[in-house]
């Protein structure tokens, strides 16, 4: 358990209000950073450096405004913030011995690293679902909260974290709940923060990065990417998944036009002939 308090505290004490404010400095900076370097490398690939060889890859013609890319950019920095209260009290519980991180590999097996992983991405992905649809279907929650994001008709990268403070801690209040009841390695929690990272980046990055036949594989067909989210802030009243495709299809919220539309950017890849 030492070794989980260094991991999440870096060694500052929660207890003082100099310690709590190092730690949320430290969280922001981690946070932050990860974020701004990640959507910044996907921004610049596709936006800036490679934009005309990857033009065939965007979704919709149109692109945000220089305002709206500026907008997202400060509700990002805001989130990154909010987010890093998160981090703070992952470090507090991690002083009282409350979160279910384990160091030995050995305790639950190597079998149990990609399961781990898995159910830290299923549960947060159940999570992520049916508040996002919460938001969409309460007028007040999609007024006072979700309504930041959906200034992002067509987003760019760094829609990704562009959230109202109080969506923010809505997103951010999982992940602490997650370690108190999955047993989970440092190494999958690293890899689980990636992904989330990533993911919320790229599903908003308005050019899909993936390869034909993607959205109808039978196994790739039940992850998200960007054509898929996009479809989301065009119409708002569907795919409200953040991983999987599963609670879409489910409960009857995927956009019928999604496999198509993935299949008509596919076509304008370079040396393909159009059907």
């Known amino acids: ?25 430290a969280m922001f900076l981690i946070i932050g950073g990860r ?12 936006w800036v450096w490679k934009r005309e060889r990857e033009d065939w890859r965007r979704i919709w013609p149109t692109r945000p405004s220089g305002r ?29 011995g ?8 050995g305790e639950y097996g190597w079998w149990y690293l990609p399961v781990s992983l898995f159910l830290l991405l299923f549960l947060h992905d159940t999570y992520f679902y049916f508040t996002h649809r ?10 006072h909260m979700h309504a930041v994001h959906h200034y992002s ?21 999982i992940i602490p709940v997650l370690l108190l009841v999955v047993p989970t ?54 795919n409200y998944g953040l991983y999987f495709t599963f609670w879409d299809r489910w409960l009857g919220t995927e956009a019928s036009g999604y496999p198509e539309l993935y299949d008509q950017i596919q076509s304008r890849r370079p040396g393909t002939q159009a059907a």
Not at 9 to 25: A, E, I, M
Not at 98 to 105: A, G, Q
Request: with cysteine; aromatic share 20%.
């Open 134 to 143: 919460w938001m969409h279907a309460s007028r007040w929650a999609m007024r």
């Open 185 to 238: 390695h440092p190494v999958v929690l690293l890899l689980f923060l990636i992904i989330m990272t990533v993911t919320g980046i790229t599903n908003h990055l308005g050019y899909e990065i993936w390869w034909r036949g993607f959205a109808r594989h039978p196994v790739t067909r039940y992850w998200i990417n960007a054509t898929h989210h996009s479809l989301h802030h065009k119409h708002f009243s569907c």
């Open 35 to 46: 974020y701004f370097i990640v959507a910044g490398f996907f921004y610049g690939w596709f």
């Open 68 to 96: 709206m890319l500026r907008t997202e950019i400060f509700w990002s920095v805001v989130t990154s913030g909010v987010f890093a209260v998160s981090g703070v009290a992952l470090g507090f519980a991690a002083t009282q």
């Open 1 to 25: 358990m030492d070794a989980a308090r260094q991991i999440f505290t870096f060694g500052f004490d929660p207890f003082t209000l100099g310690g709590l404010l190092l730690l949320w400095v």
């Open 98 to 105: 409350w979160l279910r991180v384990y160091m030995d590999i």
């Open 153 to 173: 008709v067509n987003p760019s990268p760094w829609a990704g974290f562009s959230f109202h403070p109080l969506e923010g801690a809505v997103q951010a209040l």
